[in-house]
């Protein structure tokens, strides 16, 4: 089974939802309250075994039993057993080219059937399971909604381990015929003598074979046994132990990698997985283990030991966004009860390695390089001082890398997607005239003024003791005597005609020609050192390398001038990093 | 198992001819028993169905190895599934609609989702009195052949379905063989192996004789033979009520109107049943007249309708219904009163409890020789009450739509039974009863002859001018 279309309406905090679904291993991310779980417990209920499925007045969007609740879901890779006529075979849909539902005719193929179930439930609070049809419905069981596969793994999966109703270690021992689940309860009852318990050891066997690819730790070996803690004897009393240790004693994240096998392998038709916050409990190194474990596959590469035909989780964690491909992140958005779920495109795939934080975030800075990553780090710190220890990332922002010239595509795509963005990089002619259709879709844009780009604006604007400091820092990092020799160079060829240029250059030289007293001067000897810390910019392309295009270097830099930013307020650089800081915090 | 059954089996594309009384129904149950899975199994007439379906629980047939339907009934179901690729928008279908339906449904069956459904859902088709098919419905079944193996039983001689609309009925030796391998046929006249083994031989031969169109005699050791007069039939029908509790079929010659059954139950004053055929037009055309009356007209319609259904009405209350048809006072009326009072509100109000309620007392009136009506359509009379009820649940629009209705549901619960019928050969295809009666019995066609004359399983009455008779 796969799910090809989702539609809600007043569901909790979901007025209306219409997602087409094209994807198999489905990543809902979002910022807290866009409604993910909701998304899951929608499904869930949906395509839930359980006939009493309880409802309350809170299941309704604010509150309100007037909105009836219409969860419809269209899935695909029917079960044989829905397909027969006497049980869903009447009901069965197309997805049409148009990405509209309709009867299925010549060139539809088996891919493309549908069955489209549909949850409603109304004032009465009484769930109501329906297949669609193209002139009626029909009510559906729970136990042919069972056939469609659906498990949700839950937070609380102790029962998963006992041989009570329904669960998947029952279940596992049904297709096992020779088992008697009833005799084995009286079994139990009648005091677990020596050794009765064989046939159900088998299948705790059976399930350490399932259980162990996912990073499980069996001590001992898996086998029945009757719940140390139960008072009564029954066989929702007899459960899975690791030698002496009740299963459900393991640790939460064990608990969930169990449970999640025992799942799949009961689902022959492909299992639907549904995982909240799936990094919940688990180590890094094993979440990934779950993360590769639960990526469905397609039918033909199934096992015996069933498979997954589609998985929903929602997650937080930058170590599951590192494991996926970008195309399996979803980003959930909710806006007044309207909720959307849109899908990432490949070309963020750069991302998911280099700030996979990114994704998780709800506001993004889009700098132009690493340049201006660097200097809004430094800049931060300043910022979490001034702002009760508040920053960026309390403020749910994450910096990126535009790269360039694909800055601007990255910001309007991540726009569309929900982010709030702003742009932060250089001025240039290409910038200043996309700027107002950037404004037009919410994009903040920061530019500096005179189409200036950063090393300039630094070097003309950053007063002159942190310049100095800046000095020193790069110094350190590229070797004084180095760093000299290569800036009496070129400022040679660009300004050898008017300004001194001792031999041997040492840095009070160069503090001296910073502080050339010619205001004209003293501009074009930073712009020429702007160009050379920048040698991309300079005309006719320089050579050499620039002196902080790294991260880590700018941020050094920042870090030599951001405290003394006030004495500048004036300075575009001032004013700038001002805006930013308006935005950051919201005013 | 029979040979039959065998080679059904064995065959997954296979023709079986089976004369009147001789185990058909008994094979196909067996041949659906002894098959694995689950197999459609098709045939024309709610009567046909039920008689399966009782050979079925005979047997103790597991319900799941079978699904049971007419073939319009399953192709109307697959067409309100799928009503775009079938072109037919739902509602009640009417004659017309129906080689539509068919058509269409063959149609759907070519496309590739529904050979999926259809291949999950059965594990062969087997169709029962295939000589009735027409060209639309041999198609249909042709559709289905291509996904799964087909068998098909039936005998060309009881071909009696005529079309109005020029439709063709298959061919056995052109369309059935050429496509079906034909199996031996049945030997064995098992219907009168217990009941009358000389009716079952001497059939044998008329079945021959008739397939020859040679004239054959009435032997008296056989059959008794009446000669035709103007109360022969009558005289013959109350002669067979002897027989107690047996039951009786009273054939009559006509083949698409009923009123000569009518007339002659009424004659026989209810001790007989005329029935009504499966979509039951009278039943439609009074619920029609009802939902385009108003006021007095109400009333008038329900005098109408139980007069067609009893005797006494007609004349006893014609006083009250031309004062209801001319809105004239009543109260010069003695008699009556209450019925008056009751249709009065149904007038009114329409009030369906009161319609109902002046039905139930119609059927108590006297006349002055304190006689009481006798129901001789209580197949319509019971089926009025049946829409009525469903009617006044609320949940149809019309009286029509409830009438439709209250039919469908008869197809599922099974027809109601009565000891005794007038019937015309249609209706009473493919079912058996221990005695018939053929009323003036030179006027059926030899296949309308063949079905008359296999009906009865102990005994077999034959009304008519000469001695002997000829098929034509």
Known sequence: ?587 | MSDAVKELLQHDHASLVAPAGYGKTETIAQFVAQSEGKQLVLTHTHAGVQSLAKRFKKYSVNSSKFELDTISGWALRMANYYPQSTAFTKGIPSGDDWPVIVSGVANLLKFPFIKRVISQSYTGVIVDEYQDCNLGHHSLILALAEVLPCRVVGDPLQGIYSFAKGEKLVDWDIDVKSYFTSISELTIPYRWQNTNLRLGGWLKNVREKIYAEQTFDLPSSVVNHVVLSDSSSRATCYRLMRTQNDTVVAIHPELKHANSCHTLASQLIGNYQSIEEVDAKELQKHAKKFDNATGNQRAVVFIDFASDCMTIVSSELRTIRANFENSKSQTLVKKNKHIIDLLSDVAQTGDISKIKNSLKAMRHIVNSKNESPSLYRADLFDSMMDALTLFESGNYASLVEAAWNARQRQKHIGRREYTRIVSRTLLIKGLEYQHAILLDADKFDSKNLYVALTRGSTSLTIISKEPRLTPK
Not at chain 1, 272 to 278: A, G, M, N, T, Y
Not at chain 1, 388 to 417: C, V
Not at chain 1, 507 to 516: A, R, V
Not at chain 1, 554 to 583: M, P, T
Request: charged fraction near 25%.
């Open chain 1, 1 to 587: 089974m796969r799910i090809r279309h989702l539609s809600i309406s007043n569901f909790r905090g979901i007025k209306e939802l219409d997602w087409f679904i094209n994807g198999t291993n489905i990543c809902l991310i979002g910022p807290n309250n866009s409604t993910k779980t909701t998304i899951l417990d929608a499904i869930e209920c949906v395509l839930s075994p359980k006939w009493n499925l309880i409802f309350s007045d809170t299941d309704f969007y604010q509150l309100n039993p007037a909105n009836t609740i219409k969860i419809v879901v269209s899935v695909s890779d029917i079960p044989d057993k829905l397909l027969k006529i006497y049980n869903l075979g009447g009901y069965i849909w197309a997805l049409k080219a148009d990405n509209s539902f309709g009867e299925p005719d010549d060139k539809t193929t088996d891919g493309d059937c549908l069955l489209r179930i549909c949850l409603t439930v109304d004032r009465n609070l009484e769930p109501m399971w329906e297949a669609l049809g193209h002139s009626d419905k029909t009510r559906i069981s729970a136990a042919d909604r069972e056939l469609l596969g659906m498990s949700r793994v839950n937070t609380y999966v102790d029962r998963d381990f006992s041989w009570g109703k329904n669960t998947p270690l029952t279940r596992i021992t049904q297709d096992d015929a020779t088992v008697n689940l009833a005799e084995m309860g009286r079994t139990a009852r009648d005091a677990l003598k020596t050794n009765p318990l064989t046939d159900l050891d088998k299948v705790a066997e059976e399930v350490e074979k399932f259980v162990k690819p996912y990073g499980v730790k069996i001590e001992n070996k898996l086998r029945a046994g009757l719940d140390p803690d139960s008072t009564s004897l029954g066989r929702g009393n007899l459960i899975l132990h690791d030698g002496e240790i009740p299963v459900y004693q393991y640790g939460l994240g064990s608990k969930r990698l169990i449970s999640i096998a025992m799942q799949k392998s009961i689902t022959k038709n492909g299992a639907i997985v549904l995982i909240d916050e799936i990094e919940h409990g688990l180590e890094p190194y094993r979440l990934c283990q779950l993360v590769r474990f639960i990526r469905p596959f397609p039918q033909k590469m199934a096992t015996n030991a069933g498979y997954i035909a589609q998985t929903f989780f929602t997650s937080h964690s930058v170590s599951v966004l590192m494991e996926l491909q970008v195309t399996e992140l979803y980003v959930v958005r909710s806006i007044n009860g309207m909720t959307s779920v849109k899908q990432f495109e490949k070309q963020f795939q750069p991302f998911m390695r280099s700030s996979p934080q990114a994704f998780l975030s709800p506001r993004i800075i889009v700098c132009e390089g690493p340049t201006e990553v660097g200097l809004l780090r430094a800049v931060d710190k300043l910022w979490i001082e001034n702002h009760n220890g508040l920053g960026m990332t309390s403020n749910g922002i994450t910096l990126i890398d535009g790269k360039g010239s694909t800055m601007t595509e990255y910001a309007q795509k991540l726009r569309s997607l929900g982010y709030e963005v702003l742009i932060f990089g250089d001025a240039d002619t290409d910038m200043e005239q996309k700027r107002d259709a950037l404004e037009k879709e919410n994009i903040k844009v920061i530019l500096w003024a005179n189409e200036a780009y950063t090393e300039m604006r630094l070097l003309l604007d950053i007063p002159i003791v942190a310049l100095k400091n800046v000095f020193i820092y790069l110094f350190m990092e590229h070797g004084e005597d180095d760093l000299l020799n290569s800036i009496r160079d070129k400022l040679k060829n660009k300004l050898g005609n008017i300004v001194n240029l001792p031999q041997p250059f040492t840095k009070d030289d160069l503090f001296d020609l910073l502080e050339e007293p010619d205001r004209e001067k003293n501009i074009k000897i930073r712009e020429a050192l702007a160009t050379i810390a920048n040698p991309s910019k300079s005309k006719g392309k320089g050579k050499g390398t620039a002196w902080f295009k790294r991260t880590d270097l700018a941020e050094n830099v920042g870090d030599c001038f951001v405290n003394e930013l006030n004495q500048v307020s004036s300075s575009d650089l001032a004013q700038k990093f001002g805006e930013i800081e308006k935005w950051v915090y919201g005013s």
